[in-house]
């Protein structure tokens, strides 16, 4: 009963008590046992005789003077698993009373069976639609108003966004901007960058159908897009936005090329493995004055790690045959479960470094085009400016609580029976670098995507504005010039592995 | 690398897979392939490449000619967890523009903590309430229709359930009721005995608050009551019905008992039990030929099994201290979580056996007052009568699939490293047997509970009508005869263990 992972699977578990101490014990903002978050897996069991005498502070969840987060809160979009399971949309959407559908794609997936299914559901029910097949790749705020501008006289009340990541994501924000018609765009834009303002009504019904297996956009409430006019990726985040249904269906990701089983399966194994070491939400501040404000992007949690944890392991057992073998169906379904898994991870848990870093990386790609992407212009895909950083990041975040990254070692495949602590950090590097080495076709550091030292400047400026996820990542120093040297050491790190 | 119950665990994923070859190959439904659920999980690799040569099958999922289910559909409460987060309720009714909000709860719970913090919540919101203090311990339809009857007249337009399973089931009930006001009360009651309508409609936002940790009805769509008219227990079940959010708060468990404690964790224990060993869902029968119509009770699939397991394992950690020290907070918190993790479990999974026996268990006992229930009347509480049969159901269902009980009795702490699959049930048996030992105060079969061999016929005749939950249980024969010897064994069997 010493394998390690079991031991941490539990003590995941356990941790839901971690916030009751947390809580309870009047410590000051600085006291060192909650800026280490490691601290907090190791309780001695002579602290629950004084748990009692702490019960006023338990009865104060509200109380300004408590700092830091004492509850989370777990939300998924209902999910349907099963081939073929496209046709029963139309009956889904008749169900829920729907008479005016927006269907919402782009003109790649709108030629592929997945639509024809759609569209075939729908006539068969019946149900009046629409077609929107405006979105384009990585939205930008102009695309997505464009989306919206389609959406509004057409009065939908209910969507069906068929497609990636960025299909799913915009339809959410179609859904959202007409049933708040009045609204500013910026209103509810992720501060620094917009207002924040939370989503107080609850939108249309959404239904997404994912072609690809990684965003896992289908289960959680974020929608991610340029904002162009302050130069930087942001987003819109709130669980009103999530989908009601994720239909999926692995029929609908065959189509996928290998280049693209590849960069949206590291997109998944980032989701997992940054949400499994995110900060624990006890840790988060501030503690929220109202419920509606408790971000979906709360830090570690003991629901979130079970599917982040389950979704790691699937996905280092099945992303290399979905890969290698186009024909392996089994390894392609299992990559679309994985990916919802992480979904519901990384959507209540949130992400970190290698998703904040990766922003810029896409961004300030000037010449490199991955192979495989059949498209005529430079392209960095997401998943791979997202797995590039990442030896480099989980041997620097390592440090804040080692246990859960020998157990992500060991998803890997290492045997971590005589690891010592002090090396979890070069274990699971040295795993996740492996591992893309074997995967095929991945750039081994920034400078194979045309990134030298002269870049990072740049890379980091781009990376500071990403704070709702840096504020999750462990390690990090919360002051700004500390922060910034963090980061160079990451980008500088990450030019070759 | 071999280590079982990480295998397991790895293979219970991998089971979306067999999904896919269910419905890709043409098997008559006697094939006995289909008939042995454990034949599903050693497939040869040399399958793959003939799944390619069935696309055809894979696209017609309403094909009549197909009679068995190939996909599942997870959906669960939003789940909130945190000591105090009761206090939030108040901004949580505001939050979803509540104006009216209907309280439910039974007289018991009116008297504590968690009903003072509940309404101190709304008034400090200035949200109006009725309260509905009337319902009963283990609800009859007439407790039901009574409730009902106090709910329509108020017009309420949020509900809040705060206390036990039957407090949350009967606000399902009421809510369900006054989205439908015109309907019979059997429309929606599962067939035989009612009509099984489905639910087409959104119900009214519920929010439950669960002051025990057992039932998991806050994430569920299931309540179970009375039909006294039909002497059986029965209840409602489907998606619309569940809560829209469970407010999973420690601090409303510390009041129970130990005697609740225990019996409630060992609802929690079978819940999870029985789910991870449930059919399969691409075993289930029949395929809906409307999504609106697919159980919530579905069968064993990838992601109930995650809940199912980890609730297991954090049952057979913490309900011994959670009975054992009423000042061990840590357990008692890990409990509230377990049951509510094994909630999202059988939720949508469904539970077979042990809770099909124990309704007639407990509805025809005479005598028997369970220590530490401090009421005037018989009783056998519902946990009690679920675990009861537990060691001889386990031992019966093995042979369905030695894998999955292998891996419960592994968390049950049990060295299964040479353990051949033969003695699964055997194993498993035993190790549920000492569980409840150890645990203390339980009986040792139906004759401390006082049956006798003489009441056997009668509860058969119990057990026969709860087809929904017999449906998934492993193992049990289809033919009445039959079903009804395999019965007489397992209730002979548990007279005494």
């Given at each position: 009963m010493?394998?390690?992972?079991?031991?941490?699977?539990?003590s995941a578990?356990s941790?839901?008590?971690?916030?009751?101490?947390?809580?309870?014990?009047?410590?000051?903002?600085?006291?060192?046992?909650?800026s280490n978050?490691?601290?907090?897996?190791?309780?001695?069991?002579?602290?629950?005789?004084?748990?009692?005498?702490?019960?006023?502070?338990?009865a104060?969840?509200?109380?300004p003077?408590?700092?830091?987060?004492?509850?989370?809160?777990?939300?998924?979009?209902?999910i349907?698993?099963?081939?073929?399971?496209?046709?029963?949309?139309?009956?889904?959407?008749?169900?829920?009373?729907?008479?005016?559908?927006?269907?919402?794609?782009?003109?790649?997936?709108?030629?592929?069976?997945?639509?024809?299914?759609?569209?075939?559901?729908?006539e068969?029910?019946?149900?009046?639609?629409?077609?929107?097949?405006?979105?384009?790749?990585?939205?930008?705020?102009?695309?997505?108003?464009?989306?919206?501008?389609?959406?509004?006289?057409?009065?939908?009340?209910?969507?069906?966004?068929?497609?990636g990541g960025?299909?799913?994501?915009?339809?959410?924000?179609?859904?959202?901007?007409?049933?708040?018609?009045?609204?500013?765009?910026?209103?509810f834009?992720?501060?620094p960058?917009g207002?924040?303002?939370?989503?107080?009504?609850?939108?249309?019904p959404?239904?997404?159908?994912?072609?690809?297996?990684?965003?896992?956009?289908?289960?959680?409430?974020?929608?991610i897009?340029?904002l162009?006019?302050?130069?930087?990726?942001?987003?819109?985040?709130?669980?009103?936005?999530?989908?009601?249904?994720?239909?999926?269906?692995?029929?609908n990701?065959?189509?996928?090329?290998?280049?693209?089983?590849?960069?949206?399966?590291?997109?998944?194994?980032?989701?997992?493995?940054?949400?499994?070491?995110a900060?624990?939400?006890?840790?988060?501040?501030?503690?929220?004055?109202?419920?509606?404000n408790?971000?979906?992007?709360?830090?570690?949690n003991?629901?979130?790690?079970?599917?982040?944890?389950?979704?790691?392991?699937?996905?280092?057992?099945?992303?290399?045959?979905?890969?290698?073998?186009?024909?392996?169906?089994?390894?392609?379904?299992?990559?679309?479960?994985?990916?919802?898994?992480?979904?519901?991870?990384?959507?209540?848990?949130?992400?970190?470094?290698?998703?904040?870093?990766?922003?810029?990386?896409?961004?300030?790609?000037?010449?490199?085009k991955?192979?495989?992407?059949?498209?005529?212009?430079?392209?960095?895909?997401?998943?791979?400016?997202?797995?590039?950083?990442?030896?480099?990041?989980?041997?620097?975040?390592?440090?804040?609580?080692?246990?859960?990254?020998?157990?992500?070692?060991?998803?890997?495949?290492?045997?971590?029976?005589?690891?010592?602590?002090?090396?979890?950090?070069?274990?699971?590097?040295?795993?996740?670098?492996?591992?893309?080495?074997?995967?095929g076709?991945?750039?081994r550091?920034?400078?194979?995507?045309?990134?030298?030292?002269?870049?990072?400047?740049?890379?980091?400026?781009?990376?500071?504005?990403?704070?709702?996820?840096?504020?999750?990542?462990?390690?990090?120093?919360?002051?700004?010039?500390?922060?910034?040297?963090?980061?160079?050491k990451?980008?500088?790190?990450?030019?070759?592995?």
């Amino acid at each position: 009963m010493s394998f390690p992972s079991i031991r941490v699977a539990v003590s995941a578990a356990s941790r839901a008590t971690s916030l009751l101490r947390t809580v309870q014990f009047t410590h000051p903002p600085s006291c060192p046992c909650h800026s280490n978050p490691s601290h907090h897996h190791h309780h001695s069991p002579s602290s629950s005789s004084r748990l009692s005498q702490h019960v006023r502070h338990l009865a104060t969840p509200l109380d300004p003077s408590h700092q830091k987060e004492y509850a989370f809160e777990m939300a998924a979009s209902s999910i349907r698993f099963g081939p073929g399971s496209t046709k029963e949309v139309g009956m889904d959407m008749k169900n829920i009373g729907a008479k005016r559908v927006c269907v919402v794609t782009d003109k790649t997936v709108k030629k592929l069976d997945a639509m024809r299914n759609v569209i075939e559901a729908l006539e068969r029910e019946g149900v009046e639609y629409t077609i929107y097949d405006g979105v384009r790749v990585k939205p930008k705020d102009s695309s997505i108003k464009h989306a919206i501008a389609f959406a509004k006289p057409y009065n939908a009340d209910a969507f069906l966004a068929v497609g990636g990541g960025s299909v799913i994501d915009t339809a959410k924000l179609m859904n959202l901007y007409c049933v708040y018609p009045e609204a500013d765009f910026l209103d509810f834009v992720n501060a620094p960058l917009g207002k924040g303002l939370p989503i107080a009504k609850p939108l249309k019904p959404l239904i997404a159908i994912p072609t690809t297996a990684g965003t896992g956009s289908e289960t959680t409430g974020t929608a991610i897009f340029d904002l162009v006019s302050k130069g930087a990726k942001t987003g819109i985040a709130h669980r009103h936005m999530k989908p009601t249904l994720g239909i999926c269906d692995p029929l609908n990701t065959r189509t996928m090329p290998s280049a693209v089983h590849a960069s949206s399966g590291l997109d998944v194994l980032c989701h997992s493995l940054e949400s499994w070491t995110a900060i624990p939400f006890y840790e988060r501040t501030p503690r929220p004055t109202n419920p509606i404000n408790r971000p979906a992007y709360q830090g570690a949690n003991p629901i979130s790690d079970i599917f982040s944890l389950q979704a790691l392991r699937s996905t280092v057992k099945y992303l290399p045959r979905a890969v290698k073998d186009p024909e392996d169906f089994e390894a392609q379904s299992q990559m679309l479960l994985a990916a919802t898994l992480a979904g519901v991870g990384f959507g209540n848990a949130g992400v970190h470094l290698c998703h904040g870093m990766s922003y810029p990386i896409s961004s300030q790609n000037t010449d490199y085009k991955h192979q495989g992407y059949a498209v005529d212009y430079p392209i960095i895909p997401h998943g791979v400016s997202v797995a590039v950083t990442a030896p480099a990041v989980f041997k620097f975040t390592a440090a804040s609580n080692p246990d859960r990254h020998l157990a992500a070692a060991e998803a890997f495949g290492k045997d971590i029976s005589n690891v010592k602590k002090e090396s979890a950090g070069e274990v699971l590097s040295e795993a996740i670098a492996e591992f893309l080495v074997a995967l095929g076709d991945q750039p081994r550091g920034l400078k194979a995507l045309g990134f030298n030292s002269g870049h990072i400047e740049g890379l980091i400026e781009g990376t500071i504005p990403q704070q709702r996820v840096l504020n999750l990542a462990p390690s990090l120093s919360k002051e700004l010039g500390a922060e910034k040297e963090e980061l160079r050491k990451l980008f500088e790190e990450s030019l070759e592995y």
